[in-house]
């Protein structure tokens, strides 16, 4: 009985249809598209990505953790010496500027900005050994703390628990950095001050800044007797001093900026901006 099934080969069924040979030009286009065609380079490695080294008893792979190499936890693990922390504590002075019942006007607007709860939130007294560990524990890469049960970092519902102040309203930010001239101009009209003495006190801070005692000595003794002007330039005065010594405190821990002045132009719109929020991102700056 004949088969009406192709013919078998060591692939399967194929067609018993006969080949068709290439003509010339086909055989010519294939060649010119063989030769057009780019070859893709290769690349090793060491050419395309950066390879970082681990650290002696720390992380493996710094891809993440750049700087590490430049942390204080580095230089411990290699058994180098580092200077002593630097503690600053404004506790102090706060307590050199209270507001008693003679300055009771000044006492309210402050509470009304929601601020009130940082004149109590200082300690006089703290752990240097406490924060000299969670400074060395403290990666800026993450904005977390690297701890033996794993890593853990402040949020916004901590400063709202610890701090008190208002973490919702409106959001706090500068378009550009202060000019010096600029900062003069600001103490002169929201603090009252004259030119010469503005002048005098940013040339002594070399910086648009101002220093906490001055504005101590300059705005302390103001009271419920005074003008209404003078009570809002202490005011005011009062209100950088407080920020300065808690939310906005830097490094110099004498001084704070001026630009922080701007926030304090309408007393009855302080209370309305996110202080909490402000202040976590002033931390992971």
């Not at 504590?89 to 009130?116: F, M």
Request: net charge negative; with cysteine.
């Amino acid at each position: 009985m004949k088969s009406d099934m192709p013919p078998r080969t060591r692939g399967g069924y194929t067609s018993t249809a006969p080949r068709r040979r290439p003509t010339r030009s086909e055989r010519r286009r294939r060649v010119q598209l063989r030769e057009v065609e780019p070859e893709h380079p290769r690349h090793d490695r060491d050419e395309t990505e950066e390879v970082l080294e681990g650290a002696p008893g720390g992380p493996i792979d710094r891809c993440i953790l750049r700087s590490f190499h430049k942390h204080v936890a580095a230089k411990i693990w290699l058994g180098e010496d580092r200077a002593p922390l630097k503690l600053v504590n404004h506790g102090a002075k706060l307590q050199l500027w209270e507001l008693d019942v003679d300055r009771s006007r000044i006492y309210e607007t402050v509470q009304r900005s929601g601020l009130a709860p940082l004149i109590s939130c200082s300690h006089r007294v703290a752990s240097r050994p406490m924060l000299s560990a969670f400074c060395e524990r403290w990666q800026p890469e993450t904005t977390t703390f690297h701890l033996p049960f794993g890593e853990m970092t402040i949020t916004l519902d901590d400063v709202a628990s610890i701090l008190h102040i208002p973490i919702t309203g409106s959001m706090i930010s500068f378009s550009q950095p202060l000019r010096v001239d600029d900062a003069n101009a600001l103490l002169v009209e929201l603090l009252g001050t004259t030119d010469v003495e503005a002048s005098r006190e940013t040339e002594q801070c070399r910086s648009p800044s101002v220093r906490l005692q001055w504005l101590r000595e300059n705005f302390s003794t103001i009271t419920d007797v005074s003008s209404d002007d003078d009570i809002d330039f202490a005011t005011r005065a009062f209100l950088l001093h407080l920020v300065g010594c808690t939310l906005f405190a830097d490094k110099s821990a004498t001084s704070v900026g001026v630009v922080y002045l701007e926030l304090f132009r309408d007393l009855s719109m302080v209370g309305s901006y996110a202080w909490g929020a402000a202040c976590l991102a002033f931390m992971y700056r």
